[in-house]
């Protein structure tokens, strides 16, 4: 993150404690995408702690923690974010508007896996921020149609703490272009991360929602 390594594998310990949190309490088999955001994002912290480690000794982080850490920052997401909330909306009237927010995710995700593929990625520390860049000037245009695929279908959702997860990525990613564009994907992953906590309160209301609903499903049954 923006920080140091201690701030990334700090977030990276509280997020694997959401995510454990999370999936203890068995979300159920529509939420379970969902459900591994905080976990996934732990990973994410961890890799980029690692990356900041390589840069402190005065080493270049090896390509594979740049690569692993790019994969899930522009690859995944994109199309992760709009298929796990399609899995939490069965009515019909939000999902024509959700798939093709997919599609344009899927789009994204596979442009950027491409330039991922075919150009080097270099990491700098600029003014406390890590700076992830590539020579093709392609990638920043794509930032508009990124943004859309990934905060979209959350505040297309029917859930309240998705929406507020929606809402709160969006106005991260605001702040992190106005304020830290020079380390945008770093900023904005981060914040984003600490944000999945949301998805903790929204698993937990889902349970309790069903629990309630089986509970007088027995009592009309009586």
């Known amino acids: ?74 690859v995944l997401w994109p199309a992760y974010i709009p298929l796990s909330v399609i899995a939490m909306e069965p009515k019909r009237r939000r999902r024509p508007a959700l798939w093709i927010l997919l599609a344009a995710g899927l789009f994204v995700s596979g442009a950027l ?45 029917r859930h309240r703490y998705v929406v507020a997860f929606g809402a709160v990525t ?4 605001i702040v992190t272009v106005m304020a830290f564009y020079f380390a945008a994907a770093s900023v904005w992953c981060f914040f984003s991360g600490l944000a999945s906590v949301l998805v903790y309160l929204h698993v937990r209301r889902s349970r309790r929602n069903n629990g309630v609903c089986e509970a007088s499903t027995k009592i009309e049954a009586a």
């Open 170 to 173: 969006l106005v991260g990613a």
């Open 1 to 74: 993150m923006c920080f140091s390594a201690t701030a990334s594998f700090t977030a990276a310990a509280v997020l694997a404690g959401v995510g454990a949190a999370t999936l203890v309490q068995k979300p159920k088999p529509k939420d379970l995408a969902f459900a591994a955001i905080p976990a996934i994002f732990a990973v994410h912290q961890a890799i980029e702690g690692a990356v900041w480690l390589s840069l402190n000794g005065g080493n270049a982080p090896p390509n594979a923690l740049v690569v692993a850490y790019l994969l899930i920052a522009q």
């Open 113 to 157: 896996a491409i330039i991922l593929a075919q150009h080097h990625y270099t990491v700098t520390a600029v003014s406390d921020g890590l700076r992830y860049a590539t020579d093709l000037e392609f990638e920043r245009r794509l930032l508009e149609l990124y943004l859309l695929a990934v905060v979209a279908p959350l505040l297309l959702s």
